[in-house]
């Protein structure tokens, strides 16, 4: 537990001196709860309660053999993750130039590469613009090269056909008669009206101001180039430092990845984990199997006598508490029923007593009626005599 917290935190903390003796006291009160529960069980309810232990210590083998063989084989994973950062710091350093790199018209070769997504910098300078401005400027000082270089040759017949015109040359398509005459004119204005439609000195002018621009495009692309390699430069360098700098601590999880790598095709390695992480979880079993495979002893013997005896002790107690529960309940009920007489006894002897009174006030008004009755006849007897 200790070599795995250690693997987990790279180092010593002060959460292992609770831990660890926590652990220990888990493991130690629960094999020994486990230890009292199997003895003098059935063979059935000991499988029942071995299982989860077995699964545990399987768990157990298994997380506790990796920092154990990580702490084994450090010297072997640390060299393999120093080969496999400086492979990547070479294969980054390696996509940042590729991907940031100018193809012959001055832009990013990464550009469009989705490969190149994580690896194109942020530069200010953007070699393509004055690049295009160059490439489209020698287009505009071709064109017009190619246009007055056809202009000149026509206008460099039309200034010969004129001159074998006024110098009577023989021949061709001239009269052959010297002299500025009609046709001389006419063809003077031809060669002039030629000159001014297709404007030959402005494209002349228009050719020398190209020419001079080409230079200055030509130095201002130079310029962006080696500002934009600067910067591609030194990004790559900042990055690269970001990288470095992540890879300052050994984290678990790149520890167990290069173990897995060195595991990958060495079957001695692979052996050797398997047969660690088996001999964890034996050790981790070995209570419950010896416990098991020794069979019952004296201790089981009186165990298994003592809880029968506290099994039949129970019974007993608890069969008796059925009879006295049932008892009182009986006792309560027949208390309850001679109350319920007694007060039905009293009410009949109050509705007696109630009737007798008004039967007696009965016979007490019919007796005063009587009286009323007899008075008025008497007076009459009495007057008669």
């Given at each position: 537990m200790y070599l795995l917290i250690h693997t987990v935190h790279g180092g010593f903390t002060p959460f292992a001196l609770v831990l660890v003796p926590a652990w220990f006291a888990f493991i130690l009160s629960f094999d020994r709860?486990?230890?009292?529960?199997?003895?003098?069980?059935?063979?059935?309810?000991?499988?029942?309660?071995?299982?989860?232990?077995?699964?545990?210590?399987?768990?157990?083998g298994v997380i506790l053999a990796e920092p154990l063989l990580l702490t084994i084989f450090h010297t072997a994973i640390e060299e393999r993750i120093h080969t496999d950062r400086a492979t990547q710091l070479s294969n980054a350093e390696s996509a940042y130039q590729r991907c940031n790199a100018l193809t012959p018209d001055n832009r990013r070769s990464g550009q469009n590469d989705p490969q190149c997504h994580d690896y194109l910098v942020s530069v200010t300078a953007d070699?393509?613009?004055?690049?295009?401005?160059?490439?489209?400027?020698?287009q505009n000082l071709k064109s017009l090269q190619d246009t007055l270089k056809a202009d000149q040759a026509t206008y460099l017949e039309m200034t010969q056909r004129t001159w074998r015109e006024c110098n009577g040359v023989k021949g061709g398509d001239?009269?052959?008669?010297?002299?500025v005459g009609p046709e001389c004119r006419n063809f003077r204005d031809q060669q002039q009206a030629f000159y001014?439609?297709?404007?030959?000195?402005?494209?002349?002018?228009?050719?020398?101001?190209?020419?001079?621009?080409?230079?200055?495009?030509?130095?201002?692309?130079?310029?962006?180039?080696?500002?934009?390699?600067?910067?591609?430069?030194?990004?790559t360098t900042v990055e690269l430092d970001k990288l470095r700098e992540a890879q300052q601590e050994i984290g678990l999880l790149e520890r167990m990845a290069a173990f897995d790598a060195l595991r990958a095709g060495n079957v001695?390695?692979?052996?050797?984990?398997?047969?660690?992480?088996?001999?964890?979880?034996?050790?981790?079993?070995?209570?419950?199997l010896v416990k098991i495979s020794s069979g019952k002893n004296a201790y089981d013997q009186v165990l298994d006598a003592t809880l029968e005896s506290q099994r039949n002790i129970a019974l007993v107690r608890i069969k008796r508490a059925e009879l006295d529960t049932t008892y009182g309940d009986r006792l309560a009920?027949?208390?309850?029923?001679?109350?319920?007489?007694?007060?039905?006894?009293?009410?009949?002897?109050?509705?007696?007593?109630r009737d007798l009174q008004s039967e007696l006030d009965l016979e007490r008004a019919i007796l005063e009626r009587a009286k009323q009755l007899r008075a008025p006849a008497k007076?009459?007897?009495?007057?008669?005599n």
């Open positions: 709860l486990l230890m009292i529960r199997l003895s003098g069980s059935q063979w059935s309810s000991k499988f029942r309660m071995v299982a989860p232990r077995v699964v545990l210590a399987v768990l157990f070699p393509a613009a004055p690049t295009d401005q160059l490439r489209q400027t020698k001239v009269t052959g008669i010297p002299g001014n439609t297709n404007q030959l000195a402005q494209k002349g002018e228009q050719i020398s101001k190209l020419q001079e621009q080409l230079p200055i495009l030509e130095q201002a692309v130079r310029e962006t180039v080696e500002r934009y390699t600067q910067e591609v430069a030194a990004q001695y390695l692979t052996s050797a984990t398997w047969l660690l992480r088996l001999f964890l979880t034996a050790i981790e079993c070995a209570p419950v009920i027949e208390e309850r029923e001679q109350d319920l007489k007694d007060e039905l006894h009293k009410l009949r002897r109050r509705d007696r007593s007076q009459s007897e009495g007057q008669r």
